[in-house]
C-alpha cells in the first residue's frame, strides 16, 4: 500500500464493492477488500473473479430515455470502474450494453488488484469488521447468515429482511381513472389515498383464473422457496381457493364505486408511489409470473387496459436492510457510526444501481476523508441522486427499487405530454448538472489501469 494517513475496510467483491473500493483508493485512501472467494462461493457463485455477473449479462439498455440509461453515462463520465470495464468487456446486444461476464470480471479483478492503495484479504466476513477507521457492508443479497445475523443484531431484526416482496409499479399516466376511483376505505385517510379498480363478480372469476394459468418463474436452485404469510405471492393466495383474494388483498369492504353506488364484488388497490403521483404501486401484488404475463393478466383488470408499468413484481432472496429507518443519509448505520452500507443491501435493485450506489458512497466518504468536506448530491444529477436516496424514502412498506422515472423530480415549467421528450429533458438536466457535483469531490490521484 502507498503511504497514506487515511483508510477503510470494504467487505464484499461483488459490484458495489468493488465500485466503493475503486473510488476511495484512486483518491489516495488506502482500502482493505475482504472477500471470501476463492476460500468461499455463495450457492450463486461459480468463478473466483470479482463483480460475478451470477444472473444476465446485460447491464440494460443504453438509451438516455431510459432511466438507467442515464445511470450509466452519468457513470461513465464520473468514471466509473464498472462501466469502465463494461466497455472494455462489451459483446453486440443491440440497445443495450451487455459483456462478456468472465473478460469483464477478470478486469475488474486486475485493476484493484494491482492497485497500490488495496489490500485483498480472502476471508469470509462472519461479523461486522471491528476496525478504528470507517467499515463499508457491500455484501449483496445472499449476505452469509452469519453476517447477516450480526447486522440484525446491530440494527433490529425487524429491520432487516431476508426476502424480496416487490410489487408492480404503474405509470398514473397509463391508468385509465374514469373507471379506477379514489377513496379511502370507509373514506378514512382522506378520499384520493387509494386508486381503486372495481371488479364485478364475472370480471374477478376470469382474473382470477387467468393468474392461475399464467406461466410462473421457476426458483434459482440457490433460493430456498420459504414464504411469509404476511407476503404471500398472488398466485399462491390464489391456489388457497376461489374467494382467497377476494378476501385478502383484493377486499372490497368499506369501498363504493361512484359509478354504481355498490360496493364492487372485489377491488384491486392502488398505493401512491412518490410525492409526485407520477406513478401507483398495486398493493399485495408480489407476484413469481413471468413477466410477458403479468402484462397479460394485469391489462385484464378494468382500468389498466393500457397500462404502463415502470416495474414488475417478483419474489427472491434477497438482504436488505428498510433504509428509512436505519441509515442516515450518507449510508450509514444510525446504530452503528462509522459501519456503512452500499448496494443492493441498502434496497437498491440491479447490476448498474449497485455499482452507483458503491460509486457514490466511495467518492462521498472519500471526499470527506482527504478533505474534511461533504460532497451533497445536487438535485440535479437526478440519476445518481435519486437512486441514492432510495433508501431513505419514507414509505410505509420499504421495497428494493430499479431506478425508475418515478424517482426524479419533475422539471419546471408546464409539463412536457411526450414521455420520451419529457425523459430526454429529464436526462439533459441530469447530465447538465452532473460536473458541478463532480467538481465538490476529491481529486483523484491515479487511476491504474
Known amino acids: 500500500m502507498s503511504e497514506t494517513t487515511k483508510k477503510v475496510t470494504v467487505v464484499g467483491a461483488g459490484l458495489a464493492g468493488t465500485e466503493c473500493a475503486w473510488q476511495l483508493a484512486i483518491r489516495g485512501v488506502d482500502v482493505e477488500l475482504i472477500e471470501q472467494k476463492p476460500k468461499q462461493r455463495t450457492p450463486a ?18 438509451a438516455l430515455a431510459n432511466a438507467v440509461g442515464l445511470l450509466k453515462e452519468e457513470l461513465r463520465r464520473s468514471g466509473s470502474l464498472i462501466l469502465s470495464c463494461a466497455d472494455f468487456a462489451k459483446v453486440p446486444a443491440g440497445g443495450a450494453l451487455a459483456v462478456d461476464r468472465e473478460v469483464f470480471g477478470n478486469e475488474v479483478t486486475r485493476r484493484l488488484q494491482e492497485h497500490p492503495n488495496v489490500t485483498v484479504v480472502a476471508e469470509r466476513a462472519m461479523a461486522i469488521p471491528d476496525r478504528d477507521h470507517p467499515v463499508v457492508l457491500a455484501t449483496g443479497p445472499l449476505t452469509g447468515d452469519e453476517l447477516a445475523a450480526d447486522l440484525g443484531n446491530a440494527v433490529g431484526e425487524e429491520y432487516l ?8 409499479v404503474i405509470q398514473t399516466e397509463s391508468i385509465n381513472w374514469d373507471i379506477v376511483f379514489k377513496a379511502s376505505r370507509y373514506d378514512k385517510g382522506g378520499d384520493d389515498a387509494y386508486g381503486n379498480i372495481p371488479l364485478n363478480e364475472e370480471e374477478y372469476h376470469a382474473f382470477l383464473e387467468a393468474v392461475l394459468g399464467a406461466e410462473k418463474v421457476t426458483p434459482h436452485g440457490f433460493e430456498e422457496v420459504r414464504y411469509f404469510e404476511g407476503c404471500l405471492p398472488l398466485e399462491v393466495m390464489a391456489e388457497r381457493g376461489p374467494l382467497t383474494l377476494a378476501f385478502g388483498p383484493m377486499k372490497p369492504v368499506g369501498l363504493t364505486d361512484p359509478r354504481t353506488g355498490e360496493q364492487p364484488f372485489a377491488v384491486v388497490q392502488l398505493r401512491q408511489e412518490n410525492a409526485d403521483a407520477s406513478a401507483y404501486n398495486m398493493v399485495g401484488f408480489q407476484t413469481r409470473m413471468k ?10 383488470l378494468p382500468g389498466l387496459e393500457k397500462a404502463e408499468f415502470e416495474r ?3 419474489i427472491h432472496r434477497n438482504t436488505f436492510v428498510k433504509g428509512p429507518e436505519v441509515l442516515t443519509p450518507d449510508m450509514e448505520l444510525k446504530a452503528r457510526p462509522g459501519v456503512y452500507l452500499a448496494g443492493q443491501i441498502t434496497g437498491v435493485e440491479g447490476y448498474v444501481e449497485s455499482a452507483a450506489s458503491g460509486f457514490v458512497l466511495g467518492a462521498r466518504l472519500a471526499t470527506k476523508l482527504m478533505t474534511g468536506e461533504d460532497a451533497p448530491l445536487p438535485e440535479t444529477t437526478v440519476g445518481l441522486g435519486a437512486l441514492f436516496a432510495h433508501p431513505l424514502h419514507e414509505t410505509k412498506d420499504y421495497q428494493p427499487s430499479n431506478i425508475v422515472w418515478s424517482h426524479f423530480p419533475k422539471l419546471p415549467g408546464k409539463k412536457i405530454r411526450k414521455r420520451r421528450l419529457r425523459r430526454e429533458a429529464l436526462a439533459a438536466r441530469a447530465l447538465e448538472g452532473l460536473p458541478t457535483w463532480l467538481e ?10
Open 45 to 62: 457463485q461459480n468463478h473466483d473473479f470479482f463483480a460475478e455477473l451470477v444472473c444476465s449479462n446485460s447491464l440494460r439498455g443504453a
Open 440 to 449: 465538490t469531490l476529491a481529486p483523484r490521484i491515479h487511476d491504474a489501469e
Open 312 to 314: 414488475l413484481g417478483s
Open 291 to 300: 413477466w410477458p404475463e403479468q402484462k397479460r393478466v394485469f391489462r385484464m
Open 161 to 168: 429482511a431476508y426476502y424480496d416482496a416487490i410489487a408492480p
